[in-house]
C-alpha cells in the first residue's frame, strides 16, 4: 500500500485559509465587543456630562428637580393615604 502525500503547496493554501477564517471570527468577535463597549461608555458619558436627571450638571437645577420630585411624592402619598382613610371609613371599619 502507498502511502498518500499532501502537496505542500495545497496543504499550505489550506492552512492560510483556516487562519484567515479564524482571525477573520476574532475581528467580528472584537468588532461586537468593541460596539458594546462603545454603547455602555456613552451611556455613562452621558450621565457624566449631562448629569445623572439629564438636565445638567448644575447642582442648583439638580436640587430643584429633587425638590420637585420629592414634593410630587409626598402629594401622591397624602392622596393614597386619604382615599384609604375614606374606604376605611365607608366600609365601617374605621370608626
Not at 30 to 50: A, G, H, M, P
Not at 68 to 78: A, D, E, G, M, T
Not at 87 to 93: A, Q, R, Y
Amino acid at each position: 500500500m502507498e502511502e498518500s502525500e499532501f502537496n505542500p503547496d495545497i496543504q499550505e493554501k489550506v492552512e492560510s485559509l483556516a487562519e484567515n477564517a479564524n482571525d477573520q471570527d476574532i475581528n467580528k468577535v472584537e468588532e461586537k465587543n468593541t460596539q458594546l463597549n462603545l454603547k455602555n461608555d456613552s451611556i455613562f458619558k452621558r450621565v457624566l456630562e449631562n448629569g445623572f436627571d439629564g438636565i445638567t450638571t448644575n447642582p442648583n437645577y439638580k436640587l430643584l428637580a429633587l425638590l420637585i420630585i420629592l414634593l410630587i411624592n409626598l402629594s401622591l402619598f397624602f392622596l393614597v393615604g386619604n382615599l384609604g382613610k375614606t374606604f376605611l371609613k365607608n366600609s365601617g371599619i374605621l370608626g
